[in-house]
Structure formats: structure tokens, C-alpha cells
């Protein structure tokens, strides 16, 4: 049997930062040279050019014939796609903003150049892999709570929310009672009336004999007395 071992050290979450914030600038650098209204394609260079080398060299056919079928003819819209999705990953990686979910849309990305130009003589695989290998961390790591805005949304989300209305309070005084059954069963008891008026407006409008509205409105008020009286003799 392995013994658990902690791999983490006390900079491991700043070494992470690091990373994550470099290859967001690496996204950005990248969309950069992703030039819109036509991303390349009346030159024939830009991302149009890259595009085509991908249906000369991906390596993997379904891949090969959604590129050569899909995306080159609706190219102008997979450009727009394109290009802001990598800006996205980028700003989720460098200010650390719902950041694994910037991570996965990296790893799909990441994967997408892999597949269609590892193949290719100018190109070196092992760098599509290496952003393969960096979103897979991000993704199973939580690296946007070190200089991050993640960090403070989930110091903030943590937070439990203040009770401020009487059905709240009463709610969380239910939850936190020591008696916490007992109190349930004479609060619900107390609810009978309200069940039963809810009843006769049911009966009301099955019938159509008369306007339920009075029943309901008075139901209203029985259950938001009952919640005030609580919240006045609870401990």
C-alpha cells in the first residue's frame, strides 16, 4: 500500500500563478496575429493559411473532413470564433478568472492544433503537447485563487449570505437549534391553518362558487405571523 504523500510545497501555488499568467500572454501573443474582418482569407495567409495546412496534414480523417468541410467554408465565422476564444483563454489566465473553465477551452484548442499540424515540416509537435500538458494542470488545479480573481470570488461565495428577511432568520435558526426537531414538529403544527386555508381556496376554484383570493391572502398573512412569532421566542 503507497503511502499518501503531500507534493505540494509552500510556493507550489505561486509557482502555479507563474505559469498560468505566462500562457495566458502566450493566448493573447497568439490571437494577435488573428486579423479580422477576414482572418487572411482574400491574401490566402494569416489564419486562412493555417487552416488549409491543416487539411493537408491533420492526421486524423473525421478531423480532417470537419476542417475541409465545415470550417473552410464558413471560415470567416470559425475566425471570429477563433480569435475570441483564444483572447478568453488568455484574459482567464492572466487576471485568474473562471479559470479552469479558461483552462479547458485551452485544452480543446490545444488539441485542435495538435491534431492538424503536428504532422506538419515546419511545425514542432512537442510544443502543441506542451500546451495540451499546461491546461490539463490548470484544469485539475485550481491556479486563478493565487493572484487571481478567483481567489476573492471564492472567499466571497464561501461566505455564508446574511439573513435578512423573517423566513430566513427562521430558517437558520431552525438549522442551528439544538432542539431542531422538536422546534420542526410545533412550527409545522402551527402551519396547519395555513394548509387548510390553501385547501378551501383549492376547493373554491374546483367549484367556482367564489374567489379563492380571500382564502389565499388570508393564508398569506397566517403563515407570515406564525414566521414573526417564531422569530420573536426563538432563542
Same mark, same amino acid.
Given at each position: 500500500?503507497?503511502?499518501?504523500?503531500?507534493?505540494?510545497?509552500?510556493?507550489?501555488?505561486?509557482a502555479?500563478?507563474?505559469?498560468?499568467i505566462?500562457y495566458?500572454?502566450?493566448?493573447?501573443?497568439?490571437?494577435?496575429?488573428?486579423?479580422?474582418?477576414?482572418?487572411?482569407?482574400a491574401?490566402?495567409?494569416?489564419?486562412?493559411?493555417?487552416?488549409?495546412?491543416?487539411?493537408k496534414?491533420?492526421f486524423?480523417?473525421?478531423?480532417?473532413?470537419?476542417?475541409?468541410?465545415?470550417?473552410?467554408?464558413? $471560415?470567416?465565422? $470559425?475566425?471570429?470564433?477563433?480569435?475570441l476564444?483564444?483572447?478568453?483563454?488568455?484574459?482567464?489566465?492572466v487576471?485568474?478568472?473562471?479559470?479552469?473553465?479558461?483552462?479547458?477551452?485551452?485544452?480543446?484548442?490545444?488539441?485542435?492544433?495538435?491534431?492538424?499540424?503536428?504532422?506538419?515540416?515546419?511545425?514542432?509537435?512537442w510544443?502543441?503537447?506542451?500546451?495540451?500538458?499546461?491546461?490539463?494542470? $490548470?484544469?485539475?488545479?485550481?491556479?486563478?485563487?493565487?493572484f487571481?480573481? /478567483?481567489?476573492?470570488?471564492?472567499?466571497?461565495?464561501s461566505?455564508?449570505?446574511?439573513?435578512?428577511?423573517?423566513?430566513?432568520?427562521?430558517?437558520?435558526?431552525?438549522?442551528?437549534?439544538?432542539?431542531?426537531?422538536?422546534?420542526?414538529?410545533?412550527?409545522?403544527?402551527?402551519?396547519?391553518?395555513?394548509? /387548510?386555508?390553501v385547501?378551501?381556496?383549492f376547493?373554491?376554484?374546483?367549484?367556482? /362558487?367564489?374567489?379563492?383570493?380571500?382564502?389565499?391572502?388570508a393564508?398569506?398573512?397566517?403563515?407570515?405571523r406564525?414566521?414573526?412569532?417564531?422569530?420573536?421566542?426563538?432563542?
Amino acid at each position: 500500500m503507497m503511502t499518501e504523500r503531500n507534493w505540494a510545497s509552500a510556493g507550489t501555488p505561486y509557482a502555479l500563478a507563474l505559469l498560468r499568467i505566462a500562457y495566458g500572454i502566450l493566448w493573447i501573443q497568439q490571437a494577435m496575429w488573428k486579423i479580422p474582418p477576414d482572418f487572411g482569407l482574400a491574401r490566402g495567409d494569416g489564419l486562412y493559411y493555417w487552416t488549409q495546412e491543416m487539411v493537408k496534414y491533420s492526421f486524423l480523417p473525421p478531423h480532417k473532413f470537419f476542417v475541409a468541410s465545415v470550417v473552410i467554408p464558413n $471560415f470567416v465565422l $470559425f475566425g471570429w470564433m477563433t480569435l475570441l476564444t483564444e483572447l478568453f483563454i488568455g484574459v482567464s489566465h492572466v487576471l485568474g478568472v473562471v479559470n479552469r473553465l479558461g483552462a479547458l477551452a485551452a485544452l480543446a484548442m490545444s488539441v485542435n492544433l495538435w491534431i492538424g499540424l503536428a504532422r506538419h515540416p515546419n511545425e514542432w509537435p512537442w510544443s502543441y503537447l506542451m500546451m495540451i500538458g499546461f491546461a490539463i494542470l $490548470f484544469v485539475s488545479t485550481h491556479a486563478g485563487r493565487v493572484f487571481g480573481l /478567483d481567489g476573492l470570488l471564492s472567499r466571497r461565495l464561501s461566505q455564508p449570505a446574511e439573513a435578512t428577511g423573517p423566513w430566513a432568520r427562521a430558517l437558520n435558526q431552525l438549522r442551528e437549534s439544538p432542539n431542531n426537531r422538536a422546534t420542526q414538529g410545533a412550527l409545522l403544527g402551527s402551519f396547519s391553518l395555513v394548509r /387548510d386555508r390553501v385547501a378551501r381556496a383549492f376547493e373554491q376554484v374546483l367549484s367556482g /362558487d367564489a374567489d379563492p383570493a380571500q382564502e389565499l391572502e388570508a393564508a398569506a398573512d397566517e403563515a407570515n405571523r406564525i414566521i414573526e412569532d417564531y422569530n420573536r421566542t426563538a432563542p
